[in-house]
């Protein structure tokens, strides 16, 4: 294209973390620009976002609703909109602007519940619109190098997945020392969904053992709990897998885990070798084997996958992260929108952004947690995507 894409945003106002994030990660190319939205559902917070980000005040909105009216009506009008508001109005508002006629980048969950996610599906179906869900941690260099190693048989057949998420933030909670760490939205079952740990955490381990080795769960058995007290919303959650295949795993996430941070990691055995990758060391893919030395592949060097180099930045030695993983999602999303303005088909392999089917996956392995936790049966099936 011979411009760059045109932004809007749905909530990321003053004071909100993820939306400085998706700003960042959408800026990093160069390919984006924000021009319009709508930051808070209180209109002069709103306004007063849009002059935080020297925005148009005629493009700054009171409500999502008369943002996508007026947007429609331009002939400039947004590509594209990011959702990152809370989580039960995911579903009203990525409705609301793909029926409208645009694309949508949304944050994860992508709805509060399996049937609004089912029904969102068939309404990015229906429109034909691009639909990008932001399960960001796909975006790494060396998740895609493991995700091309599984694919190519390096590991051999699948046995066992092993799948953490913990972190500790709000174990100062239990004993009401804290200072209500984890957010009163995210605790609130009418906005956050039937889980708290799960929905925002646990997620994202599920996701991406999902992304690197293809594999669907059959059955699953969990136990949830909520440590914190008066807590509606589990704190903390562990998860046996039985995967279609044959092969087993453990998912576990939690935010009561004393002294971790954001210590998402996943180790997946094979036949002919196993492979571990750690967020809080992205740089990194460690390989092991029985009888050889283990190996350890790095980012940014020769010897990697063609999906690892494409998402690269930075030379071999110069680390990249988060907002570099993140933007790798914009800048797939970005590249499909641009086709799809320019009327290009999309490459013989898609392209490589979680999607309306990921985001489908990911509310059936939160609600099937949920039963199972709460069920004496324990181990249930996994829903039909």
């Given at each position: 294209?011979?411009?760059?894409?045109?932004?809007?945003?749905?909530?990321?106002?003053?004071?909100?973390?993820?939306?400085?994030?998706?700003?960042?990660?959408?800026?990093?190319?160069?390919?984006i620009e924000l021009v319009a939205g709508a930051f808070s559902s209180d209109p002069e917070k709103s306004k007063l976002s849009g002059e935080d980000f020297f925005l148009d005040p005629e493009r700054v909105y009171g409500s999502y609703a008369e943002m996508a009216e007026k947007e429609a009506a331009r002939e400039d009008k947004v590509d594209f909109v990011s959702i990152v508001v809370q989580n039960h109005l995911h579903f009203d508002v990525a409705k609301t602007f793909l029926e409208a006629g645009f694309n949508v980048i949304c944050d994860k969950p992508m709805t509060r519940t399996l049937e609004e996610a089912r029904r969102l599906r068939e309404i990015v179906d229906e429109t034909g619109k691009v639909f990008c869900l932001t399960h960001n941690y796909t975006g790494y260099p060396m998740v895609k190098e493991a995700r091309r190693m599984v694919a190519d048989g390096e590991l051999g057949r699948i046995l066992k997945i092993v799948a953490e998420y913990p972190q500790g933030y709000a174990v100062g909670d239990v004993e009401g020392e804290g200072q209500g760490a984890i957010s009163n939205w995210r605790a609130d079952p009418q906005i956050a969904g039937s889980s708290n740990c799960m929905g925002d955490i646990g997620t994202h381990a599920h996701n991406l053992v999902r992304y690197i080795t293809g594999l669907e769960i059959d059955e699953i058995c969990s136990e949830l709990t909520a440590f914190i007290p008066g807590r509606e919303l589990d704190d903390d959650g562990n998860n046996l897998i039985r995967f279609e295949g044959g092969a087993k795993g453990i998912i576990y996430a939690s935010q009561i885990s004393n002294g971790d941070e954001n210590a998402l990691n996943v180790r997946i055995y094979g036949t002919k070798a196993s492979l571990e990758w750690h967020q809080e060391d992205p740089n990194e893919l460690i390989v092991k084997y029985a009888n050889a030395p283990?190996?350890?592949?790095?980012?940014?060097?020769?010897y990697l996958g063609d999906a690892a180099k494409a998402n690269t930045r930075?030379?071999?030695?110069?680390?990249?992260?988060?907002?570099?993983?993140?933007?790798?999602?914009?800048?797939?999303?970005a590249g499909a929108i641009a086709d799809q303005i320019e009327g290009k088909e999309p490459p013989a392999g898609g392209?490589?952004?979680?999607?309306?089917?990921?985001?489908?996956?990911?509310?059936?392995?939160?609600?099937?947690?949920?039963?199972?936790?709460?069920?004496?049966q324990k181990w249930l099936k996994f829903p039909e995507l």
């Open positions: 294209m011979n411009r760059k894409l045109r932004m809007g945003m749905v909530g990321g106002g003053r004071g909100a973390f993820i939306g400085a994030v998706h700003r960042m990660a959408a800026n990093l190319d160069g390919k283990r190996k350890v592949y790095r980012r940014g060097n020769d930075t030379p071999f030695a110069h680390p990249e992260g988060f907002i570099e993983a993140f933007a790798n999602i914009y800048l797939a999303a392209y490589d952004f979680p999607d309306a089917t990921d985001g489908v996956a990911g509310l059936a392995f939160i609600e099937t947690t949920v039963k199972s936790s709460a069920s004496d």
